[in-house]
């Protein structure tokens, strides 16, 4: 009888070892990411990792593209192989400049003679988190208040036009002579580059002491940077969207992750400007700081390019 039962358990026990052993040979492939939701321009990581008994007969996924999105990062590959099998880790940093809810699709990997799905993964990419708990307001009409200081326009064009005359009637009896020329100094005329870094101060200083001034703090930096593009690179910027702006600075050879946040930087200030969004003091001060860098690097690249 107890040989009986010894005999029993050796084999529960060989047979639940041949279980495990099999279960740990099915393949599988799943897909994940870092997170769901994005702000845009920023990145994702896009992870597949697949566990195969076969070390080789394998066909692992490649894309060049994303429908809504755009590879930051080309595909790294991690592969760890073992006696029971091969395992795969591929990774890729994506972002996205659409807003909304985009789907990255199911990848079909080859296994052997089978063919294994990952599952599709939704991503929610928008301008910024909006408290939800607060009541909305329709978007009012815009209502013309009557400024007081209209009736004073007319003594001022008076003023300025009797000064002028004046000057004229000077300068017309007192003109200058060409020593006098020779000798007037050579105005100094301020870099673009010294031009956009002392704006950039002023309105870091200006949100410090008046933080309800966040919708002229946007607009003076998106200012600051198409005043500098125009005076160094002579682009036509101050008539332009914010949209034909980023596809002008994309012909520059900036850094990918870098051009990536100068978009969202002015994409925010259209947010702000059009949606009555408020962003907190760290978002001011790092979207100051992705302009003031985004413009040092431009100018960078312009010394390097001249050279």
């Not at 003679?113 to 009012?140: C, F, L, R, W």
Request: with cysteine; proline share 5%.
């Amino acid at each position: 009888m107890a040989k009986t039962l010894t005999y029993i358990t050796c084999m529960l026990i060989l047979l639940g070892g041949a279980a495990t052993s099999r279960a740990q040979e099915i393949p599988t492939a799943k897909a994940s990411v870092d997170k769901n939701q994005i702000l845009i321009g920023e990145p994702v990581r896009f992870s597949i990792d697949v566990k195969s008994p076969m070390v080789s007969q394998n066909q692992l996924p490649q894309f060049d593209s994303i429908p809504h999105f755009e590879t930051i990062e080309k595909g790294s590959r991690d592969s760890l192989i073992s006696a029971s099998g091969a395992s795969y880790h591929l990774e890729w940093k994506l972002t996205s400049f659409d807003s909304g809810t985009w789907v990255i699709p199911a990848f079909s990997i080859d296994i052997g003679k089978q063919v294994y799905k990952t599952d599709s993964i939704a991503i929610e990419v928008s301008y910024g988190t909006v408290d939800t708990s607060k009541d909305y307001h329709d978007i009012k009409s815009i209502i013309d208040i009557e400024n007081p200081d209209v009736k004073y326009i007319p003594w001022i064009v008076g003023t300025i036009t009797l000064v002028a005359l004046v000057l004229f009637i000077w300068f017309f009896r007192h003109p200058f002579t060409k020593e006098q020329i020779a000798e007037s100094p050579v105005s100094s005329r301020i870099t673009p580059l010294d031009e956009a870094l002392s704006s950039l101060d002023q309105l870091n200083k200006m949100i410090r002491d008046d933080p309800s001034s966040v919708k002229k703090y946007y607009s003076g930096m998106n200012d600051t940077l198409r005043v500098y593009l125009n005076r160094q690179l002579g682009l036509v910027t101050m008539e332009k969207t914010s949209e034909e702006v980023i596809i002008a600075l994309s012909n520059l050879k900036m850094d990918r992750e870098d051009f990536s946040k100068l978009a969202s930087a002015l994409r925010m200030g259209d947010f702000v400007k059009f949606a009555k969004y408020v962003p907190g003091p760290n978002e001011n001060e790092s979207n100051l700081d992705v302009i003031r860098s985004s413009i040092l690097k431009i100018n960078e690249i312009e010394n390097k390019d001249v050279n």
